[in-house]
Structure formats: structure tokens, C-alpha cells
């Protein structure tokens, strides 16, 4: 039997019905496999899904059994009290018969869910929350999850990669992070292999901005509260996701029939970081003659302030940016950096983090690019530098798989950046830009392997790239001086 995929199911169940009896299971008891037997035709398992996509690197993130599709996140939030308060309504649709799903939610209390509009079970084990439909969800069928939940929202502390998520500041929050972040606002399938499109609606007490991605929606207030309204519309991995409250310097104009919104604290005089957010669409429009075209609907950036951010993140269509960048003058360094993650991690992103080397390797080589074109040294003097003066440290950790707790090293950044010079010097600038845009192009909106981006490189210069990459990627001790191949 087929049955098409986004075909929304009733909430009587189409093969189910009495079937499952898991009405009345408890949900501290985990359901063992159910065969629908009185079912016509074949018999179908529903099973639990898994409770990660098994992401070597992070086991847990994410879940099995189902491919969201949008997610609709309503929250209030007021920095008087810290309370965080709202529903999130998910498109999905199951990949196996699933007697129950997982989601990602790290603390925060579930007061509801349903299911197809239907009351679901809940329970919850750690940062895991387990749905169990009143009926299971059959494989290629679509289905609606609603979760109205509430709490003091607490971020995520990694021994490796630091923290992140929500984080309550002196008149707002920052939500933040990577690899991990979103899960500490909305319950969601935590990983980027599951990309999804997002509508937020985040209310405030007036006086307060709120920036998430993409396009700016709308804005009301109704009794002392403003709700702002975010569409990303274009396929976005959940660490990508931000929402940013507080008071902030807008500036609202459009470039290339696109919205253009920046928002810099006012805890900072104007200054370095608005003239050099400023020149977000100029260092977009750079970027684009050499990746192709800037992926998403609308441009932008957030200049923050908060000792405990000391980064710039890549966050869809509006990055985040710490003030500390733009301390000692104008930087768009940063904002190369953080644009042409828009092209390598966001339109093309991981399908695991081990690959990681893909986001920054690329976006370190942006800013080198950059800097050619800006009149400062050339992409190869920064080749140079980097391979004359990088430490020990750099050349004993394989960037294409640097372990967790080296996921954000200086080899993954630098060396990162001094392979994709390595094949540009192995296969002429002519390839080089051919693959570069090629690999956008192709995997726009979509997931990436490391084997993939070797593939097409081979592809497109006709030649062996295997021994090149190997050593750069995997070697674990400096590579011989790139020569053309
Ligand atoms: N990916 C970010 C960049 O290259 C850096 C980063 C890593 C980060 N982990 C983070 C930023 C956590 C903020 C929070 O620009
Ligand atoms: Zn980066």
C-alpha cells in the first residue's frame, strides 16, 4: 500500500484503529513493538522511535523515526521574571510505524500535547520527551504535534563545546549555540540532518525587541506586550535558530528586493559595529560572485553584549555577532566569516558534526578571500603565514575528524582553510571557483558529507584529489607544500 508523504492523518488512524490499545499504557513504560496483525495486508511494527539520529559525535541529538517539515513557535517571554511560556506546533511526517517519538527539550515543564489534534501522552527521561499518539504513526504519513509547555529556561553546558541556549541577560535573553541550542526555548529534532522551515511569534513586554531569522513578519502589541513575528521560509538546522530580546539600534532597508534588518544593543555607543554590520550586503555581494547566489530571503545582522558570548554565530539570515569584535575598530573579517557561513553550514549543511571542517574550513577561507579583495594580503600570504607559523597542536589534530572536544580548534578553522587552499593550488583557480559553486548549487537547501565535496572536486578537475585530502584531513603531521596537480 502506498501512501503519499505531508498527507495529513486523521485522528482516527488509517490502519490502527483499537490495534494499539496504547491508551492506556502508562507512559513510564516503554511499549514494546506492536504488530497491527487485524490490519489488511501486511502487518505492520510500530516501534518507539529512536531516541538520537546516532550521530557518532553526539549520540543523542536529534531523534528517529520522522522528518519535521515547519515548526510554529509562539512564546512570551518576560525578563522580569524569567519565565518563558508557549506553545510549538510541528509539521512532520513519520519514516518508520512509530508507536512513539521523541523530542529534544532540555528542561522547561510540558503542560500539554497532542497529536493530530488529539491528546497524546507525554513523559520525560533528561532532555529527551517521549510522545505517545493515542494511535501510531504510520510510516510516509504526515502528522501534527502540538506542545504547550513553560518554565525558567536554562542553557546547556557542554564540557566540550561550551555552553548554550538561553540565556537570560540583565533586560532580555540571548538564545544562542552551537551545536546545541534550540532545545532550551522549543522542544524540536535537535540535529541538523532534520532541516525545517520556522515561523516565531515572540511576545515581549513593549519597549523590548525581539530578532529571530529571517523575514520580519509583523510586529503588534496589544496591552503592554509586543508580539514579533519571524518567517525563515527556507530550510533551516535547528542550532541556527536565535532569538535575541532586549534594546537594541534597528536599521530596516532592503537590498536586492530582500529585507535588510541589524540590530546593534544599545549598551554600545554607535560606532565600529554598526558601520561594519553595515556593509553586510556589500560583503554578501562579494561573496556571491564567487559562491554563487546568497541563499536566503533576507539579510542581516545582531551586535550583542554579554560576557559570556565571546563569538560570532552563523545564525540563518541574521548572525549574532559579541561587541568584542568590533572593540578595536571596523571588522568585517567577522562578517565574511559569518556571511559565507550562510552558503557552507546553512543552505549546505553538515548531515554530522565530525564533518565540521566543511563550515569552518570554508568560511575561514572566506575571510581570506576577503581580505584579497578588500586590498589586504592575499589568500596565499594567509596560506603561508598560517603554514609557517601554526603550532604543534594544528598539525597533530586531523581536521576531518578532529573529536569532540577539538570540534571548534584552530586545525578545524585554519587548517580547514589551508586544505580548501591546498586544492585550489592542486587544481587551478578556474576548477577551484567551478567546484565551489558547483557544490552550492547542488546541494542547496540540503545536507553534505565530506565524501561528497571530495567527489565532485574529483569530478570537475578530473584529478585524484584522495592523497591530498588524506593528508589534509586526516594527517597527523604537517602536509608537504601544496603543488598544482
Ligand atoms: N561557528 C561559530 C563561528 O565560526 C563559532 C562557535 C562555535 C560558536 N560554537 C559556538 C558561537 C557557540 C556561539 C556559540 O563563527
Ligand atoms: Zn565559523
Not at 12 to 15: A, E, R, S, V, Y
Given at each position: 500500500m502506498t501512501l503519499s508523504r505531508r498527507v495529513l492523518r486523521g485522528g482516527?488512524?488509517?490502519?490502527v484503529t483499537g490495534a494499539l490499545g496504547l491508551g492506556g499504557c502508562s507512559s513510564a513504560v516503554e511499549p514494546a513493538p506492536i504488530s497491527a496483525?487485524?490490519?489488511?495486508?501486511a502487518a505492520r511494527q510500530f516501534a518507539p522511535g529512536a531516541p538520537g539520529v546516532g550521530d557518532t559525535y553526539f549520540p543523542t541529538y536529534g531523534n528517529g523515526g520522522y522528518d519535521v517539515d515547519q515548526y510554529t513557535v509562539k512564546v512570551r517571554y518576560d525578563p522580569a521574571t524569567d519565565r518563558l511560556s508557549g506553545t510549538t506546533t510541528l509539521r512532520a511526517a513519520a519514516t518508520a510505524d512509530l508507536s512513539t517519538f521523541n523530542l529534544d527539550l532540555a528542561g522547561l515543564t510540558v503542560r500539554s500535547v497532542t497529536v493530530d489534534g488529539a491528546p497524546a501522552k507525554h513523559s520525560r527521561k533528561g532532555d529527551e520527551l517521549t510522545v505517545t499518539p493515542a494511535s501510531g504513526l504510520i510510516a510516509g504519513n504526515g502528522f501534527v504535534a502540538e506542545i504547550a509547555y513553560e518554565g525558567e529556561p536554562e542553557p546547556l553546558r557542554n564540557e566540550a563545546t561550551g555552553v548554550g541556549g538561553f540565556l537570560h541577560t540583565d533586560d532580555g535573553a540571548i538564545a544562542l549555540g552551537q551545536p546545541e541550542s534550540a532545545s532550551t526555548w522549543f522542544p524540536v529534532n535537535d540535529h541538523p540532518s532534520d532541516k525545517a522551515s520556522y515561523d516565531f511569534e515572540i511576545t515581549v513586554p513593549d519597549g523590548l525587541t525581539a530578532v529571530s531569522n529571517g523575514v520580519l513578519a509583523g510586529r503588534n502589541s496589544v496591552g503592554g506586550w509586543t508580539t514579533w513575528k519571524w518567517a525563515e521560509r527556507s530550510p533551516m538546522a535547528s542550532y541556527l535558530s536565535t532569538v535575541v530580546i532586549g534594546k537594541f539600534r534597528l536599521t530596516e532597508g532592503e537590498h536586492k528586493g530582500r529585507p535588510v534588518f541589524h540590530a546593534v544593543t544599545t549598551e554600545l555607543p554607535e560606532g565600529a559595529a554598526d558601520r561594519s554590520i553595515a556593509e553586510t550586503v556589500e560583503v554578501a555581494d562579494y561573496l556571491e560572485s564567487v559562491f554563487?547566489?546568497?541563499?536566503?530571503e533576507a539579510y542581516g545582522g545582531v551586535v550583542i553584549s554579554d560576557d559570556r558570548i565571546r563569538y560570532a554565530l552563523e545564525t540563518q539570515s541574521r548572525p549574532v555577532y559579541s561587541a568584542g569584535f568590533f572593540r578595536a575598530g571596523s571588522n568585517t573579517e567577522v562578517v565574511a566569516h559569518e556571511l559565507a557561513h550562510q552558503w557552507f553550514g546553512n543552505s549546505v549543511s553538515l548531515a554530522r558534526w565530525q564533518d565540521i571542517w566543511l563550515n569552518e574550513g570554508l568560511a575561514t577561507y572566506a575571510e581570506w578571500l576577503w581580505t584579497e579583495h578588500d586590498g589586504g594580503r592575499s589568500a596565499q600570504r594567509s596560506f603561508d603565514a598560517r603554514y609557517a607559523g601554526s603550532s604543534g597542536q594544528v598539525w597533530r589534530t586531523p581536521p576531518g575528524r578532529p573529536g569532540v572536544e577539538n570540534l571548534f580548534s584552530e586545525s578545524v578553522y585554519q587548517r580547514g582553510a589551508m586544505t580548501v587552499h591546498a586544492l585550489r593550488v592542486a587544481v587551478g583557480d578556474k576548477a577551484f571557483f567551478q567546484i565551489l559553486k558547483a557544490w552550492t548549487a547542488q546541494k542547496r537547501n540540503d545536507n553534505a558529507t565530506t565524501a561528497e565535496f571530495v567527489a565532485l572536486a574529483e569530478r570537475i578537475?578530473?584529478?585524484?584529489l584522495d592523497k591530498l585530502f588524506d593528508a589534509w584531513l586526516h594527517g597527523t603531521e604537517r602536509p608537504a607544500r601544496p603543488e598544482p596537480l
Open positions: 482516527t488512524g488509517l490502519l496483525a487485524s490490519s489488511p495486508g554563487g547566489p546568497y541563499p536566503f578537475s578530473k584529478k585524484q
